[in-house]
């Protein structure tokens, strides 16, 4: 059974940071590729990043550039987001998503542009205070 747990969440003030993780089990990891989503209030859920578990290639949506970064740690079936000079917009529920990377489907953009992963995490706060 594939399972996603995320943790790190909080509240947090303008210009600071936190660290996401979501903790993964019930699959070969390196053949996975991983993402995070946001859901702010009233809006629809959007793609943040997102990392091919078989070769670390990453992809960021344009407004955390620079900002946040998504990192894997193989040995512990865990993936990482370090989210810096966090902002209001940034608020929302956190979700990690897992999906199998396959060469002949979608590139890793897509998957994240389109929300194209079959397991989902149930979802960590995180509110940024001005």
């Known amino acids: 059974e594939v399972q996603l747990v995320e943790s790190g969440g909080g509240l947090v003030q303008a210009g600071g940071s936190l660290r996401l993780s979501c903790k993964t089990s019930g699959f070969s990891f390196e053949d996975y590729a991983i993402g995070w989503f946001r859901q702010a209030p009233g809006k629809e859920r959007e793609g943040v990043s997102g990392?091919?578990?078989?070769?670390?290639?990453?992809w960021y949506a344009d407004d955390v550039k620079g900002r946040f970064t998504i990192s894997s740690d193989n040995a512990e079936n865990t993936v990482y987001l370090q989210m810096n000079s966090l902002e209001p917009d940034d608020t929302g529920i956190y979700y990690c998503?897992?999906?199998?990377?396959?060469?002949?489907?979608?590139?890793?953009?897509?998957?994240?542009?389109?929300?194209?992963?079959?397991?989902w995490g149930q979802g960590t706060q995180i509110t940024v205070s001005s």
């Open positions: 998503a897992a999906d199998v990377f396959d060469n002949q489907g979608p590139i890793l953009d897509t998957m994240l542009l389109l929300g194209l992963f079959g397991y």
């Open positions: 990392i091919r578990l078989s070769d670390g290639r990453t």
